[in-house]
């Protein structure tokens, strides 16, 4: 039986660890960039209306509410967090803007691979109100995609996926000393 040497020389160094493949970080590269771009499309669709998932009548620069529809949805499809959503509608328009800051800030910052924990922290607590705001479950009780893309942004973060394809070491020499959050 013969073994790949050079597949092994690759990965291990010299205290005996596996080290992560470069394409492998790469390809985290990417995927953050693609989850900024997902964040940054609903940003401009909601806020221009292009059509896609807003109507041009609904845009919010045209007086439209990105959030009232999903939460909206929520409450009269039966979602047990029904009160939550309620009181977050009444809240408008306040929680349209810090919705709409949000998809911005977390698509400019996963693009660009800077301030890489605030932008995972975020998106995954997006992603996590908006996993409560699905219920009730239609294909899994358990587990839909929001819950993977919340996990896969904190994963993204924890690599240092911004070092890659992306601005994250010069912005770790930027700021990285003064604010260490800002990573």
């Known amino acids: 039986m013969t073994t790949d040497t050079t597949a092994a020389q690759s990965t291990t160094g010299t205290t005996g660890t ?4 470069r394409w492998g970080l790469t390809l985290l590269g990417l995927v953050r960039i693609l989850l900024g771009f997902y964040f940054l499309w609903a940003f401009l669709d909601k806020t221009f209306g292009l059509g896609y998932a807003t109507p041009a009548e ?3 620069i045209r007086g439209g509410s990105p959030t009232t529809g999903f939460l909206g949805g929520s409450i009269e499809g039966g ?3 029904a009160g939550l959503w309620e009181f977050l509608l009444g809240l408008n328009p306040l929680v ?3 919705f709409m800051a949000g998809l911005l800030g977390i698509g400019v910052a996963l693009l660009l691979g ?3 924990r605030i932008a995972a922290v975020s998106g995954a607590a997006m ?3 908006m996993y409560l705001a699905a219920f009730p479950m239609t294909t899994n009780p358990i587990i839909d995609d929001h819950v993977i893309m919340g996990v896969l942004m904190l ?3 924890g690599v240092g996926a911004g070092q890659y394809l992306g601005l994250g070491k010069t912005w770790r020499r930027t700021v990285g000393a003064k604010a260490p959050w800002l990573i």
């Open 18 to 21: 596996t080290a992560p493949r």
């Open 58 to 60: 609904n845009a919010w």
């Open 79 to 81: 979602n047990p967090f």
């Open 96 to 98: 349209d803007i810090l």
């Open 114 to 116: 800077i301030g890489m």
């Open 127 to 129: 992603y996590g109100l």
């Open 155 to 157: 994963a993204l973060a």
